[in-house]
């Protein structure tokens, strides 16, 4: 994984978080499209992606999983510089969203 594209990445989180009060599947969506999906993709990574798919999975589930990267209790390094800037309010609107995709 090039090491350049997290900068990026961090800027497009800054830019996504900044807005909306409401915990929303419609914010996860903008954040999860923007950020997420590059590695993630919406519905399902695409095939030879190393990455674990989220689409549909138990919400809380998700939600733990962030927390647990956002605290370092979860080790993975690019998971945990993402989840790092990621607020309570943006885990809620993610899971959210993604629990709710169909795979
Ligand atoms: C640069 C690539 C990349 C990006 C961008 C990325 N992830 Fe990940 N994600 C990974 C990798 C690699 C793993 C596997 C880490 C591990 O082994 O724990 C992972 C794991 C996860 C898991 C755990 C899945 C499981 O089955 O336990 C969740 C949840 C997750 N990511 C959510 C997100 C969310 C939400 C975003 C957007 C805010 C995001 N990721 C952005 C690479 C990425």
Same mark, same amino acid.
């Given at each position: 994984?090039?090491?350049?594209? $997290?900068?990026?990445?961090?800027?497009?989180?800054?830019?996504?978080?900044?807005?909306?009060?409401? *915990?929303?599947?419609? *914010?996860?969506?903008?954040?999860?499209? @923007? %950020?997420?999906?590059?590695?993630?993709?919406?519905?399902?990574?695409?095939? &030879? *992606?190393?990455?674990?798919?989220?689409?549909?999975? &138990?919400? &809380? $589930?998700?939600?733990? @999983?962030?927390?647990?990267?956002?605290?370092?209790?979860?080790?993975?390094? %690019?998971?945990?510089?993402?989840?790092?800037?990621?607020? &309570?309010?943006?885990?809620?609107?993610? @899971?959210?969203? $993604?629990?709710? %995709?169909?795979?």
């Amino acid at each position: 994984m090039n090491k350049s594209i $997290y900068p990026a990445l961090l800027l497009l989180l800054f830019g996504f978080t900044g807005t909306g009060h409401a *915990a929303s599947p419609y *914010a996860g969506k903008s954040l999860g499209a @923007a %950020v997420c999906s590059q590695c993630h993709g919406i519905r399902q990574p695409s095939a &030879d *992606a190393p990455f674990p798919s989220l689409a549909g999975r &138990d919400k &809380d $589930y998700l939600k733990q @999983a962030l927390k647990q990267y956002r605290d370092k209790t979860r080790i993975s390094e %690019v998971m945990n510089r993402i989840a790092g800037s990621l607020t &309570d309010k943006d885990i809620n609107n993610i @899971a959210s969203y $993604y629990s709710k %995709v169909k795979p």
